[in-house]
C-alpha cells in the first residue's frame, strides 16, 4: 500500500500569527506566535475533556485521544467523526454505547505541556503488553533524525510546539505538531486507526521528554522503538523496561543512549560518516530536556 506522508504545513495561516514587540535594544520586532485554542471531545453524547491545541487536524486528536486513554476498545466501531469548527467540538461516534463514567472520576494530570490527562490506573492495559521484536538498524535513527530536522516545519517558524513523527524503515509517514506532545502523539494514532496503518515495523521520534505518559502512549500503540532528541525520566524508563519498549534518548548529532530494548538495534552505521548537527536545524529539546 503507498502512504501518502502528511507533514506539517507552518505556511497555513491558521496555525500562527504575527505579533508586535520590541527587542533588547528597544527596537520594533514583529515575530510569528503559535496559535492555541480549546477543543472538545465527546463520546457520543459524553463530554471528556477540553484540551488546548493549535487546531489542526481535530479530528485525529479526539480519535486518538480517546484510543491512548483506552475508552476506545478494539470491538468499538467508529461510526463517524464530527468536527464544529465554530463550537470547537469533536465528536467521535460509537455503534454501540461506551462507559466512561468510572475513568472520568478518577482523573489524574500528568507531568507536560498543555492538556496531559489520562484516566484512572495509568498502567491499565499494559499487563501482559507484548511488544514485537522487529530488529531497528541504527543507520536509520541518523537518516531520519536529519529528514525530521530538514522538513520545513511549525516549530522552525514560531517554536513553542513540540513534534512526533511515525516512521518506517528510513520513510516519515505522519509529522505531527502541537503545543503539548501528548496532543501530537494522539493525532498519529487517530491517523493510523483511520487509515489502517499497523504498528509492528514503525519507529515513532519524538522532540519532547520520554515521559511514563510518552512511553505508555506508544506501547499501547503497538510500536516498537520510541526515540526522542531529549532526556528520560526514571518512571518511563521503568515502564519502557516492563513491557520491553526501544527506548532511546538524547539523539543528537552522532550519540545516542539507549536505556531500554537494546535486544532490537542492529548496529550498522559507520559514526565516522555522520555529520555533525546543523546549528540553524537544532531543535531546543538539543540543549534542555
Not at 25 to 38: A, D, H, L, T, Y
Not at 129 to 139: F, I, K
Request: with cysteine; aromatic share 6%; net charge negative.
Amino acid at each position: 500500500m503507498t502512504i501518502n506522508p502528511i507533514l506539517p504545513d507552518p505556511k497555513d495561516p491558521r496555525l500562527s500569527r504575527a505579533v508586535e514587540g520590541v527587542d533588547e535594544n528597544g527596537q520594533s520586532k514583529s515575530i510569528s506566535v503559535i496559535e492555541e485554542r480549546p477543543l472538545t471531545i465527546y463520546l457520543n453524547s459524553q463530554e471528556i475533556v477540553t484540551a488546548m491545541t493549535i487546531g489542526d487536524h481535530p479530528e485525529y486528536l479526539a480519535l486518538g485521544f480517546l484510543l491512548n486513554q483506552g475508552m476506545l476498545k478494539e470491538n468499538d466501531q467508529v461510526t463517524g467523526i464530527d468536527f464544529d469548527e465554530e463550537l470547537e467540538v469533536a465528536v467521535v461516534r460509537t455503534a454501540g454505547v461506551t462507559d466512561v463514567e468510572d475513568k472520568l472520576e478518577k482523573k489524574t494530570r500528568t507531568s507536560g505541556c498543555a492538556v496531559g490527562t489520562v484516566f484512572g490506573d495509568m498502567m491499565a492495559g499494559l499487563e501482559g503488553l507484548s511488544l514485537p521484536d522487529t530488529p531497528v538498524h541504527t543507520s536509520t535513527f541518523y537518516d531520519l533524525s536529519y529528514q525530521i530536522n530538514h522538513t520545513p516545519s511549525l516549530y522552525m517558524e514560531t517554536g513553542a510546539i513540540h513534534g512526533t513523527v511515525l516512521c518506517q524503515d528510513r520513510q516519515i509517514l505522519a509529522y505531527m505538531e502541537d503545543v503539548g506532545r501528548h496532543n501530537a502523539v494522539d493525532k498519529i494514532a487517530g491517523w493510523m486507526y483511520l487509515n489502517g496503518i499497523t504498528a509492528a515495523d514503525k519507529v515513532l521520534y519524538t522532540t519532547g521528554r520520554l515521559t511514563s505518559e510518552m512511553v505508555i502512549k506508544t506501547s499501547l500503540m503497538g510500536i516498537p522503538t520510541l526515540i526522542s532528541r531529549s532526556g528520560f525520566t526514571a518512571w518511563g524508563v521503568d515502564i519502557a523496561r516492563q513491557v520491553g519498549l526501544t527506548l532511546i534518548g538524547r539523539m543528537r548529532g552522532k550519540k545516542f543512549t539507549c536505556l531500554s530494548g537494546q535486544h532490537r538495534l542492529v548496529f550498522d552505521q559507520d559514526l565516522s560518516q555522520v555529520p555533525d548537527e546543523d546549528k540553524k536545524h537544532r531543535r531546543k529539546g538539543a540543549e534542555h530536556d
